[in-house]
């Protein structure tokens, strides 16, 4: 080699070598630091969401508090019902007396399981009552609101991860809620010590969330960034130019990141039958939407449904799913069949002129008989005009379009809906269909609901069905249309379609 040549490269040379044991050996930090601007972003797409839904969860239980009777009579059941239904942040309500208990389903009926854990609380006291904070099932918040003489409980809704658990790396990132120095588990750390606390944020005033990791789950998150970064770093350094710098797409919000999804069709739907148990015959499925990201990755509805029925991009992705369902089945919709397709709406839909038209014109357009679709509203939103919405279904059940309730007896504001609007079905959840054979008390719920919805006349739908006892308790209930597990798991097109071949070969025999 020329020794000119060597003088001139031989300190560069030096620099890349150091710097590539460098970079070999700053995994760990890069690591830590790219799973910190990840947890941040997420958590203040989850902060943007949960924002309007709890902020407001004191100020209505302090009215609700002033004009209980504490007597759990009828004004005391109405108020309950009515907090529940306007609130979209509480799941569950009930009222414990010296007289008698009560909640959104009548006298002397208890929806919420007590835990005697009180290290797993958090306590605050002020003028007007104490109450505390705890874990409950479900990832969800326990507050109770001790008064002189009464207690008064709210179950919240569902408060989301940062990271969705997977088989790989199950119980690598935690997520607790703190004020004051005390701590709760929301999504439990299963051993405290290999854990390293990574961001926080508040939610309010005076409650934060606090984000946990382990080493294994934060290589577990950031492996493909972590490799692509380096890669990066790498090519700086051999380029040895900083003004070329390390060029990164600016990081979308979550809303940028559902309409890139749309416009690159990564949602894609999946099927799920409801079978009638007494023939075996699938009599209709449940359109249940997944995304799948470029990468590969697969994004459960819970993850970004929510997200996209606050901003409104919901709408865009139910018409989205409607034309992709359509075209996937193509004529066999069109063909002589009572076999029809249950798609999930929310209320706010179901309040639009525009979904109404769009809706009816599709069908009209693709020659598909209107008895062959059918909506399930969603209840994680409520109403905000019944009247419209009574419009507005009336139009679409005259065309042919049955609406169904879905997720029965969760308390968002199934008894007005059902009283004041043109519904022919109720979906009970899966939540009540799991105490069947279980002591839970929200087993005594699923019998009223049943008896509720035959004196109603309503057709019953029963979800998450996975066991052959759950199938017999409901068979002795005179109910048979049922959906899950022990039937089928919800599928994707090719896959159900020949499920669904093979159900009508069997039909015809």
């Not at 005594?444 to 035959?454: E, P, R, V, W």
């Amino acid at each position: 080699m020329d020794k000119t040549l060597w003088l001139r490269w031989r300190y560069p040379i030096l620099v890349f070598f150091l710097g590539a044991i460098a970079i070999v050996y700053s995994s760990q930090p890069i690591s830590l630091v790219l799973f910190k601007h990840e947890v941040e972003k997420r958590l203040e797409n989850i902060h943007l969401f949960y924002q309007e839904r709890y902020l407001n969860l004191g100020q209505e239980l302090v009215e609700l508090a002033k004009e209980l009777r504490y007597t759990c009579n009828q004004h005391d059941i109405a108020l309950l019902r009515d907090t529940i239904e306007q609130s979209s942040g509480i799941q569950l309500l009930e009222l414990q007396t010296p007289t008698g208990d009560c909640s959104v389903y009548g006298k002397n009926v208890r929806l919420i399981k007590d835990f005697d854990d009180s290290s797993a609380s958090i306590h605050h006291e002020n003028d007007l009552f104490n109450y505390s904070v705890s874990p409950y099932h479900n990832h969800r918040l326990k507050v109770q609101y001790r008064l002189p003489d009464a207690k008064l409980t709210l179950i919240t809704e569902p408060v989301q991860n940062v990271f969705t658990q997977s088989e790989v790396c199950f119980g690598c990132t935690a997520m607790t809620l703190g004020r004051d120095g005390e701590e709760i588990d929301v999504f439990p750390r299963l051993d405290k010590k290999q854990y390293t606390h990574i961001a926080s944020k508040y939610f309010g005033p005076n409650y934060a969330f606090n984000v946990y990791a382990t080493e294994s789950g934060i290589t577990y998150v950031t492996e493909s960034d972590l490799f692509i970064t380096q890669l990066l770093l790498f090519f700086m350094l051999l380029s040895a130019c900083l003004m070329i710098g390390l060029y990164r797409t600016p990081e979308r919000t979550l809303k940028e990141m559902i309409s890139y999804g749309l416009m690159k069709k990564e949602f894609i739907p999946y099927y799920q039958p409801i079978v009638d148990s007494t023939t075996g015959a699938i009599t209709c499925c449940e359109v249940l939407i997944r995304w799948q990201r470029s990468d590969g990755e697969l994004i459960s509805p819970n993850q970004f449904i929510p997200i996209a029925e606050h901003n409104g991009q919901i709408k865009l992705l139910t018409n989205y799913i409607i034309e992709h369902v359509i075209d996937q089945f193509e004529g066999e919709l069109i063909a002589d069949s009572q076999f029809y397709i249950s798609i999930n709406v929310t209320p706010q839909q179901l309040e639009d002129d525009e979904f109404l038209s769009t809706t009816i014109n599709l069908l009209k357009q693709r020659n598909v008989p209107a008895h062959r679709l059918a909506f399930e509203v969603t209840e994680r939103i409520p109403f905000s005009d019944l009247a419209k919405a009574r419009r507005i279904i009336q139009h679409l059940t005259d065309f042919g379009i049955s609406i169904k309730l879905d997720d029965a007896g969760t308390g968002y504001g199934g008894f007005s809906y059902l009283q004041n609007l043109p519904i022919d079905t109720l979906k009970i959840d899966k939540m009540f269909v799991d105490t069947i054979g279980t002591n839970d008390i929200k087993s005594n719920i699923l019998d009223s609901i049943i008896l509720f919805a035959k004196h109603a006349g309503l057709k019953v739908i029963a979800e998450g069905v996975e066991t052959k006892a759950q199938v017999d308790y409901l068979h002795q209930r005179e109910i048979y249309l049922m959906q899950g597990y022990h039937y089928a798991k919800p599928m994707p097109f090719n896959e159900f379609k020949q499920y669904l071949q093979q159900d009508l070969m069997i039909s015809k025999r």
